[in-house]
């Protein structure tokens, strides 16, 4: 990043009257969590359906949960980075600020977000899979290895799942409502660490520039939000977003 873009994109996050902030795994990437496409990512080792769909855990929910339970460990050990950092203090410090994750790992949270808006679940609740009554709400679960693989829900024995949203399946409308909100009445929209191909997710960056928003791409690669964006930074999330901070 040219110090003259850390300045003018640090000059557009001070005006903002109502920042509005999307992640994807690229914001984790530097606390060692391996991202979905791109070199490396976990997508290109095996196809997203096997272990991130409702048919794949159907077909083998111990090798789903096999999965999960190693994410789960590495989550565990991992710690919040920079760009983790930097968000949950402008949450707590910038009035208006607010955090949409497309990420279940819950770094945000640890690191102290507030307000965050979590897209597709966390990787820390889990529910019924056959939806009895008393497992149907997620409840958190944090052991790390489980127990039983697959685990069984406490209340009828079936198995429990992940709460997470999985390909295929709809988000919360009210969670996707507050992120379209925050979308469109923001006058800052900044696109952090996600290739913007999953949708309804990737669709609130042009709905937020549709609504008038200036768009900032922070993102060592092109994506399908760069197009769009004002102003666009090729560096690591935490590089820069220490970079504008160290300018506010
Ligand atoms: P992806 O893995 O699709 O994209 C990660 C993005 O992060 C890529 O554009 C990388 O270039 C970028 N990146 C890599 N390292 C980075 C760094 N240090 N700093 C900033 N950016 C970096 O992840 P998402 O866009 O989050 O869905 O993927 C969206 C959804 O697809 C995920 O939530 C998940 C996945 O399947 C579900 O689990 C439902």
Redo the contacts with the bound molecule.
Sequence with gaps: MTSGAAAQVAEAVRRATRLTVL?????S??SGIP????AG???KKVR?ETL?SAEGFENDPKLVWEWYDWRRGMIRDAQPNR?HTVLARWTQERPGTTVIT???DGLHERAGTNPITR??GSIWHVRCWTGCVAGREDWRDDSVPLLTLPPRCPHCGGLVRPG????GESLDPEILQRATDAAARCDVFLA???????YP?AGLVPHARRSGATIIE????A?DASGIAEFVIR????E?LAAIDALL
């Excluded at 952090?192 to 191909?197: E, F």
């Excluded at 922070?218 to 690669?221: D, H, K, L, T, V």
């Excluded at 560096?235 to 935490?238: K, R």
């Design positions: 992640t994807g795994a690229g914001v990437a530097a991202t979905f496409r791109g990512g976990l997508w997203a991130a760009a497309q990420n279940v897209l597709h997470v949203v999985w390909f952090i660490g996600t290739s913007a191909v999953v997710a922070i993102n060592p690669e994506t560096q690591p999330a935490d820069a």
